[in-house]
């Protein structure tokens, strides 16, 4: 059972808090009950050692949930509940929770709401004012994020916790590997989603009370992530891998917007193609082989790289493993069918990249650069996820 710290410098009026979240999202519908004996014994252990070591107080145990904890047949939040594999362990969490009068932490998708669910549109999803509105009874619902609050806000009430405080220890939307998964609309989703966080509105069974933390997820992209929900689930950053900006966005802090990392290093600017001048008849079987072990998400219907055409995408798959390689000449062998070049054969919106000098390569002032790229965006972490509203 994994454990995560959630650090808050400075940022409440009662001073630092501190969070340790027991496991990632345990209770994922995929994962099936696998982890459901363990995770109440595995927090309740933490939370005596806490007490052992006089920090009850001052550091809360937490249990990230995942979106799917909670559903709503019917697509109305009063209807909303837990899933019925989950009502026992709930309710032992929900309790344990309480007791300590530690939050409940969940991960709230927009996104895969919208993906999931026909009657939701984009412009719900995207808080636009233009978008069709939901009812359920008298309250009325002008975006998803509300939507989802409140189907978990009833789903906690059928078992007895009303009140119970919620951290939304997750939201974003990506930027690549599906259809609306674009730098764009993820700038739109990030203003739309602050300035309703900004407004304190809360939600109609909620009102001015929102979720009393949110944290945005990702800051960089996750090439070895999961893709157990769709191939977006590597594209939730808002940088790059290498630490560039996807978009404009300042998180509402005035004109501070993101920064892209500086004195980034490289390897050197080659690339692997494919060899146009060979027989090509196996080459798919090679590109499906590439992209067992490397990210070739972008190739995904709707996704940067979708529309450029055979054989562009089968170099694609070939560099990315070449890359992922750190560019060693046999990583771009593939029985004789690959290339390396210097031309850079990115297309429009699809990025062949090139992959980072990492720290171990042979010279010491770039393992220097690399490590404080790293420390600039743990900082920058730090900074921009820990926000209160």
């Known amino acids: 059972m994994s454990v995560w710290i959630f650090l808050f410098p400075g940022r409440r009026s009662k001073g630092n808090e501190r969070y340790v979240a027991v496991g990632d999202e345990p209770f994922l519908q995929s994962y099936g009950d696998q982890f459901h004996p363990f995770v109440i014994g595995a927090a309740m252990n933490i939370q005596a050692a806490l007490t052992k070591a006089n920090l009850a107080g001052e550091v809360k145990v937490v249990v990230p949930c995942s979106f799917d904890t909670f559903v709503s047949e019917s697509g109305r939040p009063s209807k909303g509940h837990f899933r019925t ?25 927009p ?41 978990l806000v009833s789903a906690l009430s059928k078992i007895g916790f009303p009140e119970i405080d919620i951290v939304v220890a997750r939201i974003g939307w990506p930027t690549d590997g599906a259809a609306n998964a674009t730098s764009s609309i993820a700038e739109t989703f990030m203003k739309g989603l602050i300035d309703h966080l900004h407004s304190k509105t809360g939600t109609p069974l909620r009102p001015r009370n929102p979720p009393i933390e949110t944290f945005i997820f990702s800051l960089l992209d996750e090439d070895h992530r999961s893709i157990t929900s769709g191939n977006f689930e590597r594209h939730w950053g808002v940088f790059t891998f290498d630490g560039q900006a996807k978009y404009h966005f300042n998180f509402g802090q005035g004109t501070k917007n993101l920064v892209n990392a500086q004195f980034v290093e490289y390897l050197a600017p080659k690339w692997c193609v494919v060899n146009n001048n060979k027989d090509l008849s196996n080459a798919s079987a090679s590109a499906l082989e590439a992209c067992s072990t490397s990210d070739c998400t972008a190739l995904s219907p709707g996704g940067s790289c979708s529309n450029i055409s055979w054989p562009s995408n089968i170099s694609y798959a070939f560099n990315s493993y070449y890359q992922q390689n750190d560019q060693r000449a046999d990583s771009c062998d593939f029985g004789g069918l690959g290339l390396i070049t210097t031309v850079d054969p990115s297309v429009d919106t699809c990025r062949f990249f090139v992959e980072l000098q990492t720290s171990h390569s042979t010279s010491a002032h770039e393992a220097y650069i690399f490590l404080r790229i790293i420390l600039l965006l743990a900082c920058l972490f730090s900074c921009l996820l820990g926000f209160t509203w």
């Open 85 to 109: 594999d989950l009502n026992k362990t709930m309710i032992e969490l929900l309790t344990f929770l309480s007791k300590h009068h530690s939050p409940f932490f969940v991960t709230i998708s």
């Open 111 to 151: 996104f895969i709401s919208f993906q999931q669910n026909k009657n939701i549109s984009l412009d719900f999803s995207l808080f636009k004012e233009n978008a069709r509105h939901h009812s359920d009874s008298h309250r009325t619902y002008k975006n998803s994020f509300d939507l989802s609050c409140d189907t």
